[in-house]
Protein backbone atom coordinates (compact mmCIF):
# COMPACT_ATOMS: atom_id res chain seq x y z
CA UNK A 1 0.00 0.00 0.00
CA UNK A 2 1.53 3.32 -1.02
CA UNK A 3 2.78 5.52 2.01
CA UNK A 4 0.76 8.89 1.28
CA UNK A 5 -2.97 6.23 1.13
CA UNK A 6 -1.74 4.78 4.06
CA UNK A 7 -0.90 7.92 5.68
CA UNK A 8 -4.49 9.18 4.42
CA UNK A 9 -6.07 6.09 6.13
CA UNK A 10 -4.76 6.31 9.61
CA UNK A 11 -5.18 9.77 9.93
CA UNK A 12 -9.07 9.41 8.60
CA UNK A 13 -9.23 6.56 11.30
CA UNK A 14 -6.98 8.37 14.13
CA UNK A 15 -9.36 11.29 13.09
CA UNK A 16 -12.36 9.64 14.23
CA UNK A 17 -10.59 8.81 17.63
CA UNK A 18 -10.98 12.12 19.39
CA UNK A 19 -14.48 12.74 17.00
CA UNK A 20 -16.82 11.27 15.55
CA UNK A 21 -16.39 7.84 17.96
CA UNK A 22 -19.69 6.21 19.09
CA UNK A 23 -18.34 6.80 22.56
CA UNK A 24 -17.92 10.23 23.35
CA UNK A 25 -13.62 10.65 22.87
CA UNK A 26 -12.33 7.34 22.05
CA UNK A 27 -11.95 5.85 18.91
CA UNK A 28 -10.13 2.83 17.35
CA UNK A 29 -7.58 3.17 14.04
CA UNK A 30 -5.58 0.52 12.45
CA UNK A 31 -2.50 1.13 9.88
CA UNK A 32 -0.27 -1.77 8.39
CA UNK A 33 3.45 -1.37 7.45
CA UNK A 34 6.57 -2.78 6.35
CA UNK A 35 9.20 -2.13 8.26
CA UNK A 36 12.70 -3.15 6.16
CA UNK A 37 15.70 -5.22 7.31
CA UNK A 38 17.89 -2.86 9.52
CA UNK A 39 15.29 0.42 9.21
CA UNK A 40 13.21 2.53 11.80
CA UNK A 41 9.53 3.32 11.06
CA UNK A 42 6.94 5.42 12.92
CA UNK A 43 3.73 6.50 12.99
CA UNK A 44 3.38 9.83 14.04
CA UNK A 45 -0.20 10.67 16.81
CA UNK A 46 -0.65 14.61 16.40
CA UNK A 47 -1.84 16.85 19.44
CA UNK A 48 -2.27 14.26 22.37
CA UNK A 49 -3.79 16.01 25.23
CA UNK A 50 -2.42 15.42 28.79
CA UNK A 51 -4.52 12.56 30.68
CA UNK A 52 -5.53 11.11 26.91
CA UNK A 53 -5.56 6.90 27.53
CA UNK A 54 -3.95 5.17 24.18
CA UNK A 55 -4.25 1.42 24.60
CA UNK A 56 -1.62 -0.15 21.73
CA UNK A 57 -2.53 -3.89 19.73
CA UNK A 58 0.72 -4.67 17.78
CA UNK A 59 1.15 -7.95 15.54
CA UNK A 60 3.80 -9.12 13.44
CA UNK A 61 5.44 -11.49 11.51
CA UNK A 62 8.75 -11.21 13.20
CA UNK A 63 10.32 -9.95 16.00
CA UNK A 64 10.43 -6.05 16.21
CA UNK A 65 11.19 -3.67 19.32
CA UNK A 66 8.53 -0.91 19.88
CA UNK A 67 8.61 2.80 21.60
CA UNK A 68 6.21 5.49 22.42
CA UNK A 69 8.38 8.73 22.33
CA UNK A 70 7.58 12.59 22.35
CA UNK A 71 8.34 14.90 19.88
CA UNK A 72 9.81 17.18 22.71
CA UNK A 73 11.99 13.99 23.83
CA UNK A 74 12.97 13.01 20.23
CA UNK A 75 14.07 16.96 19.77
CA UNK A 76 16.22 17.20 22.95
CA UNK A 77 18.03 14.92 21.48
CA UNK A 78 17.94 12.41 25.05
CA UNK A 79 14.94 10.84 24.49
CA UNK A 80 13.47 9.00 26.95
CA UNK A 81 10.33 6.78 25.45
CA UNK A 82 7.22 6.57 27.77
CA UNK A 83 7.06 2.82 26.50
CA UNK A 84 9.50 0.66 25.33
CA UNK A 85 9.52 -2.78 24.74
CA UNK A 86 10.77 -6.18 22.33
CA UNK A 87 8.13 -8.41 20.68
CA UNK A 88 7.65 -11.11 18.41
CA UNK A 89 4.42 -11.73 16.73
CA UNK A 90 1.98 -10.00 19.36
CA UNK A 91 2.16 -7.47 22.11
CA UNK A 92 -0.28 -4.84 23.60
CA UNK A 93 -0.03 -1.88 26.39
CA UNK A 94 -1.71 1.02 27.18
CA UNK A 95 -0.23 4.28 28.36
CA UNK A 96 -1.66 7.60 29.94
CA UNK A 97 -0.29 10.88 28.03
CA UNK A 98 2.04 12.94 30.57
CA UNK A 99 1.83 16.47 28.86
CA UNK A 100 -0.24 17.19 25.54
CA UNK A 101 2.77 16.85 22.67
CA UNK A 102 3.53 14.69 19.46
CA UNK A 103 3.71 11.35 20.03
CA UNK A 104 5.64 8.74 17.88
CA UNK A 105 4.98 4.64 17.76
CA UNK A 106 8.13 3.65 16.35
CA UNK A 107 9.48 0.35 15.61
CA UNK A 108 12.69 -0.94 15.23
CA UNK A 109 13.79 -3.67 12.98
CA UNK A 110 17.64 -2.79 12.74
CA UNK A 111 18.54 -5.78 14.10
CA UNK A 112 16.36 -7.89 11.45
CA UNK A 113 17.81 -9.55 8.57
CA UNK A 114 14.22 -9.55 6.75
CA UNK A 115 11.58 -7.31 5.95
CA UNK A 116 8.63 -7.58 8.76
CA UNK A 117 5.18 -6.58 8.17
CA UNK A 118 3.46 -4.99 11.10
CA UNK A 119 -0.56 -4.37 12.00
CA UNK A 120 -0.86 -1.67 15.28
CA UNK A 121 -4.25 -0.73 16.20
CA UNK A 122 -4.95 2.60 18.30
CA UNK A 123 -7.81 2.77 20.27
CA UNK A 124 -7.78 5.87 22.77
CA UNK A 125 -9.90 7.91 24.76
CA UNK A 126 -9.22 11.79 25.10
CA UNK A 127 -8.57 13.20 28.21
CA UNK A 128 -10.59 16.32 29.34
CA UNK A 129 -8.64 18.34 27.62
CA UNK A 130 -9.56 20.12 24.21
CA UNK A 131 -9.49 17.45 21.49
CA UNK A 132 -6.35 17.13 19.43
CA UNK A 133 -5.59 17.33 15.81
CA UNK A 134 -5.50 14.08 13.47
CA UNK A 135 -2.00 12.53 13.23
CA UNK A 136 0.02 12.93 10.30
CA UNK A 137 3.54 12.19 9.02
CA UNK A 138 6.58 13.62 10.39
CA UNK A 139 7.72 17.04 9.26
CA UNK A 140 10.60 16.69 6.36
CA UNK A 141 8.82 14.61 3.55
CA UNK A 142 7.01 12.25 5.98
CA UNK A 143 10.26 11.27 7.43
CA UNK A 144 11.29 10.97 11.17
CA UNK A 145 14.74 11.16 12.19
CA UNK A 146 16.02 8.16 12.35
CA UNK A 147 19.46 8.62 15.12
CA UNK A 148 16.67 10.41 17.17
CA UNK A 149 14.21 7.55 17.15
CA UNK A 150 17.06 5.19 17.60
CA UNK A 151 17.70 7.02 20.77
CA UNK A 152 14.78 5.64 22.19
CA UNK A 153 16.18 2.28 22.48
CA UNK A 154 18.93 3.10 23.75
Given at each position: ????????????GC?A?F??????????????????????K?????HL?R????????S????????L??????????A?????????H??????????????????????????????????????????????S?????G?????R??????
Amino acid sequence: MPRALLTGLLALGCAALFGGAPRAGAATAQVTLEVPAGKLKSVRLRHLPRGAQVAFAISSNGRLGVALVSRKQLESGKAKALFRASFAHKMSFKVAIPASDDYYLVLDNRRGSRAVTVTATVEAEAGKKKAPEAPSPPDGGGRLDQTRAAAAFA
